[in-house]
Nanobody
């Protein structure tokens, strides 16, 4: 079973930066799409950014121009560079990978989540 392990979260002041990493325990074949969600207590989980194997990216409007998603296939790693962080970016960030599966469409793997807190 593939495992995704995130790291890079923590406490940062407003205006600061963090880079989240999501490492897969093994190479994942037939990737459809991968990305990052975030969730705060009492709110629905929201998609932050996604990227396809061909490099097509998509961002939530609130993070455009501040966050950059990227992937390094050789390292089985997904990244989220977060700049100009705001208090409203505070959340648990989780990575995911969707893998094409015959007959069922796709299978999603999730990371365990990493806390990002933006506060002075």
């Amino acid at each position: 079973q593939v495992q995704l392990v995130e790291s890079g979260g923590g406490l940062v002041q407003p205006g600061g930066s963090l880079r989240l990493s999501c490492v897969a325990s093994e190479r994942i074949s037939r990737i459809k799409i991968m990305g990052w969600y975030r969730q705060t207590p009492g709110k629905q989980r929201e998609l932050v950014a996604s990227i396809t194997p061909s490099g097509t990216t998509n961002y939530q409007d609130s993070v455009k121009g501040r966050f950059t998603i990227s992937a390094d296939a050789a390292k089985n790693t997904l990244y989220l560079q977060m700049n100009s962080l705001k208090p409203e970016d505070t959340a648990v960030y989780s990575c995911y990978v969707d893998q094409f599966m015959d007959y069922v469409g796709a299978k999603r793997y999730w990371g365990q989540g990493t806390q990002v807190t933006v506060s002075s």
